[in-house]
């Protein structure tokens, strides 16, 4: 009986191996020297930890949403060390100064 595997020569015949054989070699030697150009990084740190609650916070939008109530957008504002979240309703057209009146009325 014929063995059909696709690492046996009679099913790939000698010229798909011999090529086979040489991209392994350039890819080996490839991988070898690719992150020569990199710069090194210097050694890790571990990140400062926090003491104080809404010092450090996360901000985002949830964007493009159904108009409900004439809102559109959610701000997002989370607290990095309890993981407290607030959600704002706001519409789009929001300027900055409404932002940091939403901050401060909410947060």
Excluded at 23 to 28: E, F, L, Q, R, V
Excluded at 31 to 38: D, L
Excluded at 57 to 83: A, M, P, Q
Excluded at 86 to 98: C, D, N, P, S, V
Aim: net charge positive; hydrophobic share 45%.
């Amino acid at each position: 009986m014929e063995d059909n595997r696709v690492g046996d020569r009679k099913l790939l015949g000698p010229e798909v191996t011999k090529n086979a054989g040489k991209y392994m070699n350039i890819y080996d030697l490839y991988q070898r020297i690719k992150n020569k150009t990199e710069t090194l990084m210097e050694k890790l740190m571990a990140n400062e930890v926090l003491k104080k609650l809404w010092t450090h916070l996360t901000v985002d939008f949830i964007t493009k949403l159904l108009l409900v109530v004439e809102k559109d957008i959610i701000l997002v504002i989370c607290d990095r060390l309890s993981k407290m979240t607030h959600f704002m309703a706001m519409i789009k057209r929001t300027l900055a100064e409404g932002l940091a009146r939403l901050f401060r009325d909410n947060v």
